[in-house]
C-alpha cells in the first residue's frame, strides 16, 4: 500500500511568509508525528496526534507552529512568520496504534531566505 | 534535554567488520526502536524491542535492552558497503506516550 506522503517535498519562502506543510499518514494509522530536522542532528519532537486531538504539542517551539488533523488523517503544520532559523527538515510520521513502529514520509525540506 | 545520548556519533570501519552503536536515555521507557535514515530525509524503522525483553535479533541485526542502566546496543554483524547510513535509536515514553530520537551515530563502512 502506499506509504507516508509529504507535500511539498522542498518549500523555499521569504522570512515573515506563512507556509503550509502536508502530510498524508498511511490509512488506518491514528497516530501521527511531526519532526523537525536539521543537519547532523536527530529528529526533533514537535507535536503528536491521536485520532484528531494533538496528544502532546509540548515541541512546538513556539506560537508561530501550529498543527492541525481535522478528520483523523491528513495533517497540515502551519509556520507563520517564517523566520531564517525555522529552516529544516520536516517529517511526519504515522502508527497503527501508539506503540507500533514508525512509518516516515520523505521530509519537506524548508528554506527561509 | 530528552534526547536519548547516542554513541559513539561517528564510526568507521572495514567492510566484513562488526558494527556496535550504543543508546542511553533518562526516563521510564514502553519499548526502544532503532531506525536507518539515508541521506538526511526519511527514516527506515529496523526494529523495535518492548521493556520487559533484553535481546532482539532481525538478520544481521542484534539489538539489547538494559533497563535498569537505561541502556540499549545495535550490533550490524559482517558490515556491508550498503550499511552506511546514519542510525537512531528512539524511545516511547511511559509518561506520556510519545517518541523521543537520539542523536545518532553516523556508520561508514570502508570498501
Known amino acids: 500500500g502506499a506509504g507516508v506522503s509529504q507535500t511539498p517535498s522542498n518549500k523555499v519562502t521569504e522570512k515573515g511568509k506563512y507556509v503550509e506543510l502536508r502530510c498524508d499518514p498511511i490509512?488506518?494509522?491514528?497516530?501521527l508525528y511531526w519532526y523537525r530536522q536539521s543537519l547532523g542532528q536527530g529528529p526533533e519532537f514537535l507535536i503528536y496526534f491521536q485520532g484528531t486531538g494533538a496528544a502532546d504539542d509540548s515541541g512546538l517551539p513556539n506560537d508561530r507552529f501550529f498543527a492541525v488533523r481535522p478528520e483523523g488523517s491528513v495533517s497540515t503544520l502551519k509556520i507563520q512568520r517564517t523566520e531564517r532559523g525555522d529552516s529544516a527538515v520536516y517529517l511526519c510520521?504515522?502508527?497503527?496504534?501508539?506503540?507500533?513502529?514508525?512509518?516516515f514520509g520523505n521530509g519537506t525540506r524548508l528554506t527561509v531566505t | 534535554s530528552q534526547q536519548g545520548e547516542e554513541d559513539p556519533q561517528a564510526l568507521s570501519i572495514q567492510e566484513g567488520e562488526n558494527a556496535t552503536m550504543n543508546c542511553s536515555y533518562k526516563?521510564?521507557?514502553?519499548?526502544l526502536q532503532w531506525y536507518r535514515q539515508n541521506s538526511g530525509r526519511g527514516l527506515v524503522h529496523l526494529i523495535l524491542i518492548r521493556s520487559n525483553e533484553r535481546e532482539k535479533h532481525s538478520g544481521r541485526l542484534r539489538v539489547t535492552l538494559d533497563t535498569s542502566k537505561k541502556s540499549s546496543s545495535l550490533l550490524i554483524t559482517a558490515s556491508r558497503a550498503a550499511d552506511t547510513a546514519s542510525y537512531f535509536c528512539a524511545f516511547l515514553m511511559n509518561r506520556d506516550d510519545k517518541i523521543i530520537f537520539g542523536k545518532g551515530t553516523r556508520l561508514h563502512i570502508l570498501p
Open positions: 526516563t521510564s521507557i514502553n519499548n
Open positions: 510520521a504515522s502508527s497503527s496504534t501508539y506503540n507500533s513502529p514508525l512509518h
Open positions: 490509512s488506518g494509522h491514528t497516530a
